[in-house]
């Protein structure tokens, strides 16, 4: 039985979220290939190597493949995983946009976003926002999921010694092109990475005054999100959204600031090991699943937390 | 150029859903369904597309029960011209919705297909990719924005940590997120209107589709509830509690 992981790369370096994926496919159990499909990925391929628990890494090194176009990246892994009894993803922006393409190419249903193995063919998924949790079976040949990371610990980063094998794919489909991006640049860690997280929320009441927290998170090493709310309010660009529309986070300290805790929010945040919660609104639904609740004005609290930590 | 909109009919987003008792699924009896909030985007996006005069027509379609031709016609008095429902009692997955929509797809050859980046019920991202895969078409899924310009659509992307565009030939699937438009409400004059408007129900058998699926539902359970904690009275007992008793800081 061989499992196939999709690896989420930057082509110099393998994103956090591919670790976890890696300990979702040791959970199945049977060989791990990853592939690593980029431009100029061989550091990538190279920390994929090194990675505990791999048996192989499938690079696949061709200019068509440089911004992860689905078009492009889906028929090379629809190829390489048809005899793999199960092809795995992270459930990050890039793997639910090729994955389910890889699906219908291979004429199979997908899993989405597992939080956890039962067996090799049995998984847990939210539905309903997180307010229901299916057991699905599946009886496809290849089983193809994406694997929400915050369900699954990281396997170690170093420890492994697989195979390199080069693999050819196919040349450019033709259909689409990449035009350009633009990324936050911060030197705060990711957010589903991080292991303090700090958000605001409709409570901070512009995006001016995101700097309390921008502050406290770098003297905490934290990242920082943000309610839909705040993003619907213009306060913070959408990437910084913590929720079931956003990011599904789940650090050892998530700091709740001005969010009342609408469900959509809660659903994001709330496997979070331990919840703060500053709210000048007693009542709020967020004290409802935080352990440690502050009825505070935020504007005195934070600045107040960022001298005592 | 025509614009196909796929939408769906799901339990409203206000419902706070409950599993039943059997763990056989959610319990919908007796509550509000409307339209998919991403859905609604797209048939937003597609009438913009209309009024800067890029769509000439707008063919709406939904894969689901016969009470689903309440979604299409809200869909229509909003401003879709037609609509097109493939009833199915039974609960599609994603393939079998896409395949369906290929059906549709190869009979109206529309240059623009919108949908929803997903659904809120079921919540699998999955479709829009999955029917740009049978049909051969690029993809610009989780769209901030669309923009057509001749023979290609650029799409801006909502990706993790930023944006992205892409320009993807003509015909094109775009699936929406939440920052695309804002959509509007139907006027009362727009709903009688809707009541007119061509509905053509199709059965998924007519289209030469076979729906059965290899994913089956073991049990549906509520999730492991979250309870409160404390309330602490000042930041300074606050940073007490994260030091030495939970350990985080």
Do not use: W
């Amino acid at each position: 039985m061989t499992i196939l992981v999709i690896a989420e790369h930057t082509n110099s370096a393998l994103a956090p979220a591919t670790l976890n994926t890696i300990a979702a496919a040791q959970k199945i159990g049977g060989d791990i290939h990853v592939l690593v499909a980029g431009a100029a990925c061989g550091a990538a391929a190279e920390a994929a190597a090194k990675v505990a628990g791999v048996a192989k890494v499938l690079v696949a090194d061709n200019a068509a493949y440089a911004h992860q176009l689905p078009e492009n990246v889906a028929p090379l892994v629809a190829e390489l995983g048809k005899g793999c009894s199960h092809i795995l993803a992270a459930a990050t922006s890039n793997g639910k946009n090729i994955l389910p393409r890889v699906a219908a190419l291979l004429d199979v249903d997908q899993i989405s976003e597992i939080i956890s193995v039962e067996s090799a063919d049995t998984f847990k998924r939210p539905i309903y926002a997180g307010n229901a949790i299916a057991t699905v079976q599946s009886s496809a040949a290849v089983k193809v999921i994406t694997v929400r990371a915050t369900g699954f610990d990281a396997v170690a980063a170093e420890g492994g010694s697989a195979a390199v094998e080069a693999v050819s794919g196919s040349a450019d489909a033709g259909k689409s092109s990449f035009v350009g991006e633009e990324l936050a640049k911060s030197d705060r860690p990711e957010l589903t990475a991080a292991k303090i997280v700090i958000s605001g929320g409709r409570g901070m009441q512009n995006g001016d005054n995101f700097k309390l927290l921008y502050t406290l998170a770098d003297k905490l090493g934290a990242a920082v999100g943000a309610s839909r709310a705040a993003v619907d309010a213009g306060f913070v660009p959408n990437d910084m959204q913590v929720g079931q529309t956003g990011k599904i986070v789940a650090p050892q300290l998530y700091v709740a600031v001005g969010i009342s805790g609408a469900i959509q929010h809660l659903a994001g945040m709330k496997d979070s090991k331990v919840i703060v919660a500053i709210n000048k609104d007693e009542e709020a639904p967020i004290f409802q699943v935080a352990d440690y609740g502050l009825v505070a004005d935020l504007f005195e609290a934070v600045p107040e937390l960022e001298t005592l930590v | 150029m025509k614009v196909l909109v796929a939408v769906k009919r799901v339990v409203d987003y206000n419902v706070k859903v409950r599993v039943k008792a059997d763990n056989s699924g959610v319990d919908l009896a007796n509550v509000k369904m409307s339209m998919n909030p991403f859905c609604e985007i797209a048939v937003e996006e597609a009438v913009r597309l209309k009024e800067k005069g890029v769509a000439t027509e707008i063919v709406v379609v939904s894969i689901g029960p016969a009470t689903a031709q309440e979604q299409l016609r809200t869909a229509l008095a909003l401003g879709a011209d037609r609509a097109i429902l493939v009833e199915s009692a039974d609960e599609l997955n994603s393939l079998a919705v896409a395949k369906l929509l290929k059906a549709v797809v190869d009979k109206e050859q529309p240059q623009l297909v919108i949908l929803g980046k997903q659904s809120i019920d079921s919540d699998n991202n999955q479709t829009g990719q999955m029917l740009a895969a049978l049909s051969g078409y690029a993809q610009g899924t989780f769209a901030s924005k669309v923009e057509v310009a001749g023979d290609k659509v650029n799409v801006t992307r909502e990706v993790d940590g930023g944006l992205q565009t892409v320009a993807l030939n003509l015909p094109a699937i775009v699936t929406t997120d939440l920052r695309l438009n804002e959509p509007r409400y139907a006027s009362l004059p727009n709903i009688m209107k809707a009541k007119k408007k061509p509905l053509e129900v199709v059965t998924p058998d007519a289209l030469g589709v076979a729906t059965a699926s290899t994913l089956k539902t073991l049990k549906v359970e509520a999730p492991a509830a979250r309870s409160a904690g404390i309330k602490v009275k000042s930041v300074a007992e606050l940073v007490e509690k994260l030091k030495n008793e939970a350990k985080v800081i």
